[in-house]
């Protein structure tokens, strides 16, 4: 999954990209994978599963 699907106002977590790369960095949020210089995304299940946590 790309960022923009991640975050809001179109994806279904409600923080700013500087949250989510700081989340990232402390280990909050799941490591991204890099799939060229300018292109990073994050593995669906991951995120499915980030999701499910938040609203547990």
């Given at each position: 999954m790309?960022?923009?699907s991640i975050l809001?106002?179109?994806g279904?977590?409600?923080v700013?990209?500087?949250s989510w790369?700081?989340?990232v960095?402390?280990?909050k949020y799941p490591q991204p994978i890099k799939l060229g210089p300018r292109t990073t995304?994050?593995?669906a299940e991951e995120i499915h599963a980030l999701?499910?946590?938040k609203l547990s």
């Open positions: 790309r960022l923009s809001a106002p179109t279904p977590i409600p700013s990209k500087s790369w700081a989340g960095k402390a280990k995304c994050w593995r999701i499910e946590i």
